[in-house]
């Protein structure tokens, strides 16, 4: 059964840091493009970071840029999200996807044929 498992969510203060993983699992992520979303309560999925298949170019959202950073480990088939200086508005539910059809990452959710279950992340003091 091909899919993606969250973890690294939690509770944290504003400025604090949270590593997301993003764990394979019956197909490797080494060849494809991930990408990591957030959804906050009544608001639509967003994309925060993807690194492509080809080359591993990587992209982030505006919001995030300077804070974030996106990365891979083949021989763990993970893909992670390094976060800090974590804000409030950063509190969301955040998902990894698979987009096994294009060589470079986009943030269009139509894009993204595989989810994981997501992970929660608040920030609050």
């Known amino acids: 059964q091909e899919q993606l498992v969250e973890s690294g969510g939690g509770l944290v203060r504003p400025g604090g840091s949270l590593r997301l993983s993003c764990v394979a699992s019956?197909?490797?992520?080494?060849?494809?493009?991930i990408g990591w979303f957030r959804q906050a309560p009544g608001k639509e999925r967003e994309g925060v970071s993807c690194?492509?298949?080809?080359?591993?170019?990587?992209d982030f959202a505006d919001s995030v840029k300077g804070r974030f950073t996106i990365s891979r480990d083949n021989a763990k088939n993970t893909v992670y999200l390094q976060m800090n200086n974590l804000k409030p508005e950063d509190t969301a539910v955040y998902y990894c996807?698979?987009?096994?059809?294009?060589?470079?990452?986009?943030?269009?959710?139509?894009?993204?044929?595989?989810w994981g279950q997501g992970t929660q992340v608040t920030v609050s003091s």
């Open positions: 996807a698979v987009d096994r059809f294009r060589d470079w990452c986009t943030f269009h959710v139509y894009e993204y044929d595989t």
């Open positions: 019956g197909f490797t992520l080494d060849r494809y493009s």
């Open positions: 690194i492509g298949g080809y080359d591993g170019t990587t």
